[in-house]
């Protein structure tokens, strides 16, 4: 079994309900931890809860992640 644990995180919020949460999160297991960043997509249900739809992972790697910052500034060119 593993446990996720959020770290840190902040939300995007866009459309009327919609909201992209941006995260370093933490999967714990008995073979140890792994931090790992999230973008998971959602939007708020008629009671303000947080109902999830997509989630992707990106390693927690320094050159990864500056990587994937430089190819989404490319893309507002």
């Known amino acids: 079994m593993v ?3 959020t770290v840190k995180g902040t939300e995007v919020k866009f459309g009327e309900n919609d909201f ?3 995260a370093r999160k933490k ?3 008995e073979d140890g931890e ?3 960043l999230s973008l998971s997509r ?3 249900g008629d ?3 947080r109902i999830w739809k ?3 992972s990106i390693p927690d790697d320094q050159e990864v992640l500056d990587k994937i910052i430089e190819a989404l500034e ?3 060119e």
Do not use: P, T, Y
């Open 74 to 76: 490319e893309l507002r």
């Open 34 to 36: 792994n931090m790992f």
């Open 42 to 44: 959602g939007f708020f």
């Open 54 to 56: 997509k989630n992707f």
């Open 20 to 22: 992209i949460q941006v």
């Open 27 to 29: 999967a714990i297991s």
């Open 47 to 49: 009671e303000g809860d």
């Open 3 to 5: 446990d996720f644990e």
